[in-house]
């Protein structure tokens, strides 16, 4: 038994190192990208449209570079616990990882023209974005085409990568270390988990690698971005409005969100909220992944005032100072674990028994 355990441990220790030279090369890779994308459409030019002018203290680049780093150790940590298996963060075959970097970066003139010259909002003149929520109709990150094209939502996943310079799988898996460490021994079989405005389905892919038995399923508002998470994850999803969750009261057992809120007006989130509480049986639980707020990371706080203006992010002002757990609270889930990495924050809470 002893042999085994140590058997176990080495090769956790040998996934973690796997997993942290992974993490490497990736970072390098989409790092390179993303300081080209920014030379290309520097969004602190003075012409831009939208002009910042930052209320918090410089940001420290040795405490950057340390908040930064400090997410793929915690990554590579809980692939060393056992938690989760090594996951595979963007394409697996270089060429495509290649052709999606030039993909981005041909996209990034078009974005710092639109930073330049609109409001964002130039989406809802699109056959597309007809019927949805008017505070959905928007170009958030001033990205090509909103939420509502093929090529945006094969896009969107390389631009995130590129913008946190490959921090971004290891960000949002905060909150599935919360959710593997709550459900550690139980059995997948019987677990029912929805993974809430899903997009382009990576953190579905990452579910489905540590909860491989569980039923799991992705729910998006885009009909284009559903299509991309079904086909990158393999998992069956429904289109649909968070705000009219389609499942009947009670009946999930977990229910993740990954930067959802930051996204949606204040007078929505608390009905989203309420929807999530409504769905979940008792002793269910969210996992929740969102922007870090200025709360958390003061010495962070300027960087973080200059995101909704950089980036077309209207909301961002006012869940920056909402208090979450009171949110949730407020819908009857009560907050049990946390975590932060980087520019990223996990709760975890409960629907009480």
């Known amino acids: 038994m002893d042999e085994q355990r140590g058997s176990g441990r080495s090769a956790f220790a040998l996934d973690g190192a796997s997993q942290r030279a992974k993490a490497a090369v990736k970072a390098a890779w989409w790092g390179a990208a993303g300081s080209v994308t920014r030379a290309l459409a520097n969004p602190t030019r003075g012409e831009a449209k939208t002009k910042f002018e930052p209320q918090g203290p410089p940001v420290s680049a040795a405490r950057l570079r340390r908040a930064y780093l400090a997410a793929f150790d915690k990554d590579t940590a809980d692939v060393a616990a056992g938690l989760y298996p090594p996951m595979e963060d963007g394409p697996r075959n270089p060429a495509q990882a290649f052709r999606r970097a030039l993909d981005v970066i041909a996209d990034a003139k078009a ?15 699109e056959p597309e974005s007809q019927g949805y929520p008017t505070y959905y109709r928007q170009n958030f990150h001033y990205q090509s085409g909103g939420w509502f094209t093929d090529a945006s939502a094969q896009r969107y996943e390389a631009q995130v990568e590129a913008l946190f310079s490959g921090a971004a799988g290891a960000m949002r898996r905060r909150a599935l270390s919360l959710l593997a460490k709550h459900w550690r021994g139980q059995d997948q079989r019987g677990l029912k988990l929805i993974d809430l405005a899903c997009g382009s389905g990576s953190f579905l892919c990452d579910l489905d690698g540590a909860f491989p038995r569980a039923a799991i399923g992705g729910l998006d508002l885009s ?10 994850s393999k998992r ?3 289109q649909a409005n968070a705000e009219r969750l389609p499942f009947a009261d009670a009946s999930l057992d977990a229910v993740t969100c990954v930067y959802l809120f930051h996204e949606l007006p204040p007078r929505v989130r608390p009905v989203v909220a309420a929807e999530i509480a409504r ?15 200025p709360a958390d ?6 960087l973080l005032e200059a995101f909704p203006a950089y980036f077309h992010e209207p909301y961002y002002s006012t869940y920056a100072e909402t208090d979450l757990p009171a949110l949730f609270s407020g819908a009857g889930l009560r907050l049990i674990d946390q975590d932060q990495a980087f520019l990223t924050k996990a709760l975890l809470l409960e629907k009480p028994a």
């Open 236 to 238: 069956g999803g429904v």
């Open 223 to 232: 009909r284009a971005y559903l299509a991309a998470a079904r086909s990158r």
């Open 111 to 125: 974005v710092d023209q639109r930073r330049r010259r609109s409001d964002g909002v130039e989406v809802r003149d």
């Open 279 to 293: 769905v979940l049986k008792p002793g269910g639980v969210l996992a929740f992944a969102d922007s870090v707020q």
């Open 297 to 302: 990371e003061p010495n962070l706080s300027r």
